[in-house]
């Protein structure tokens, strides 16, 4: 087991992916601070674990607080000792489009994900500074926060936030050994169930059975378990000269996000005037003009469900 010995507390691992990140980092042999905001749920996970030979214990709390924060770490150190690896996964979901798009949608989904990400972060990484620890901090973001995403103006500006705040830790934690990741995972989650396209692959993954191999393959686009084995490597020894990057995972594919780059420079003596920017500038910007959102393939005929009357 690469982590035995280690203690992680995973963020949001109640159920789904979060669950799946917790239950193989046990199976790893850490000992896991498992978190949710509801006690029976918590309660479940923590004998998953224990029913399949690992160690858990949960904090029943909600994530955003610099409370819950400070609980998760004191709980991983009076419980376990010690305190190596994090996962931020919690998060909740308010879509809508922009001009409905409350206040308080806004703020809730920010202050779980992308507050609740610094918070959680920041207290692991001070314990671990103090106490000398190469500790690996893995936080999940989105293809949303990648690529943008209609009707989730909030969760793409948290994701695309926790991937900016990662790249930071990197270069603030490097020098005490500390690690920090984004994983972007395309995994059969409670909000791909209700987008149509999705409907054969997560039917498959309901009923136990394999997803076709269109989904797995051609989209990357599998289940919780195969996220699981990248965060467990990242956690590891083995991923000590990995950070900063954003890696996506899901079904039979892995990919290494690019950090954002200039796709095309071009210089004007004496700066850039409305004239200039019309005359050189509007044609190389029609030309390079860059993609918004996820561009999926046709379903192939025999994985098209019929339209709901």
């Not at 498992?34 to 160690?55: K, L, M, R, Y």
């Not at 709980?75 to 409350?102: C, E, F, H, Q």
């Not at 920090?180 to 039917?203: K, L, S």
């Amino acid at each position: 087991m690469t982590l035995q010995g280690k203690v992680a507390v995973v963020t949001g691992s109640g159920r789904g992916l979060g669950l799946a990140y917790a239950q193989e980092l046990a199976r790893q042999g850490a000992s896991v601070v498992v978190n949710d905001v509801d006690e029976a749920i918590a309660a479940a996970a923590v004998q998953s674990i224990e029913a399949a030979g690992g160690t858990a214990v949960a904090v029943v709390a909600p994530v955003g607080p610099t409370e819950t924060a400070k609980q998760l770490v004191q709980t991983a150190v009076d419980t376990y000792g010690r305190l190596d690896i994090l996962v931020t996964n919690a998060g909740v979901l308010r879509d809508t489009v922009l001009w409905k798009m409350s206040d308080d949608d806004f703020d809730t989904v920010i202050g779980v994900h992308l507050r609740g990400t610094f918070t959680c972060v920041r207290e692991a990484a001070t314990y671990m500074r103090a106490n000398e620890i190469a500790g690996r901090i893995i936080c999940i973001g989105s293809p949303t926060g990648q690529r943008g995403n209609f009707g989730q103006t909030n969760y793409a500006a948290a994701k695309a936030g926790i991937v900016g705040m990662v790249r930071t830790w990197a270069l603030e934690l490097g020098r005490a050994g500390i690690t920090a990741n984004a994983v972007i995972p395309v995994a059969a989650t409670a909000m791909t169930a209700t987008v149509p396209y999705f409907a054969a692959a997560v039917e498959a993954d309901a009923a136990g059975e394999p997803m076709p191999a269109f989904f797995r393959h051609d989209l990357g686009f599998g289940t919780s378990d195969d996220v699981a084995g990248l965060i467990s490597f990242l956690a590891s020894d083995e991923a000590a000269g990995i950070s900063g990057q954003a890696i996506g995972v899901g079904g039979d594919r892995i990919q290494i996000w690019s950090h954002p780059e200039p796709v095309v420079t071009a210089y004007h003596d004496g700066g850039w005037t409305l004239e200039a920017l019309r005359e050189e500038f509007a044609p190389v910007i029609a030309e390079n003009r860059q993609s918004v959102g996820e561009k999926f393939p046709p379903l192939p005929d025999e994985l098209q469900r019929p339209a709901a009357s």
